[in-house]
């Protein structure tokens, strides 16, 4: 069963504190792997996308890494801020957008507090 | 930013009512998603469309209909409204990505729908 699992639930953090956020996946096939940053009330942003030959990748203080061999990924904060604060979405996708569907993790629950 | 919107961003509504939630995107995206979230799930795809007059079921079960008249518009419709259709509503578009390698399908979302339904 295709399944993406997020780690922890929810998070809270000290501002300047850096985390990290974890993404398990048993998608297959694989074609992409995306986080996604969602404001509460608010809809999901993008913060990267990575396929099966990229193993890093950053945004600014986000920094995304993909293991496709033991299909995890992660997703590291560094130097937290507060508008940090959103739920954190791991989605896998088991082909190119044209054909694939996605698969949505729960979402990681940040909290910064100051 | 995206320029996709979602449109009221917030409905309250007494049961038996019909809805419509409007999505407009100026992108020019061919590909088109309804998602339905509840508070700590995930997503759940309820419609999805390639291109105008194409409308298709997503996975999870619906009793909203959704049309494709135009590119740019991506309506949802409920025609009498229940308790159990309160959730925030994701509307979403995408390029229609050729197949190859390297397309990933950078999916681009609107501010969402919270409908409550008394």
């Known amino acids: 069963k295709n399944q993406v699992e997020q780690s922890p639930q929810s998070l809270i953090i000290l501002e300047g504190k850096n985390c990290t956020l974890q993404?398990?996946?048993?998608?297959?096939?694989?074609?992409?792997l995306r986080w996604y940053k969602q404001d509460t009330g608010r809809g999901p942003v993008s913060l990267t996308i990575?396929?099966?030959?990229?193993n890093t990748k950053s945004n600014g203080r986000y920094t995304a890494t993909l293991d496709a061999d033991t299909k995890q990924s992660s997703l590291h904060i560094t130097a937290s801020q507060l508008s940090d604060s959103a739920s954190y979405i791991c989605?896998?996708?088991?082909?190119?957008?044209?054909?694939?569907?996605?698969?949505f993790g729960r979402g990681t629950q940040l909290t910064v507090w100051p | 930013e995206a320029d996709i919107y979602q449109t009221p961003r917030y409905l309250v509504i007494g049961t038996g009512k019909k809805i419509t939630l409007e999505c407009s995107q100026t992108?020019?995206?061919?590909?088109m998603y309804w998602y339905q979230q509840d508070p700590g799930m995930e997503l759940h795809l309820i419609h999805y469309?390639?291109?105008?007059?194409?409308?298709e079921k997503g996975d999870l079960s619906s009793e909203s209909t959704v049309s494709r008249i135009r590119t740019e518009h991506f309506p949802l419709t409920l025609e009498s409204a229940r308790p159990s259709h309160t959730s925030q509503y994701l509307c979403?578009?995408?390029?229609?990505?050729?197949?190859?390698?390297?397309?990933?399908?950078?999916?681009?979302f609107g501010e969402g729908s919270r409908l409550t339904v008394l």
């Open positions: 979403a578009s995408s390029e229609l990505a050729s197949g190859g390698a390297r397309d990933t399908g950078e999916l681009f």
């Open positions: 993404c398990n996946y048993t998608v297959s096939p694989f074609s992409n």
């Open positions: 990575m396929t099966f030959s990229e």
């Open positions: 989605v896998v996708s088991d082909r190119g957008s044209t054909l694939g569907r996605l698969y």
């Open positions: 992108m020019g995206h061919d590909k």
């Open positions: 469309s390639y291109g105008v007059n194409s409308t």
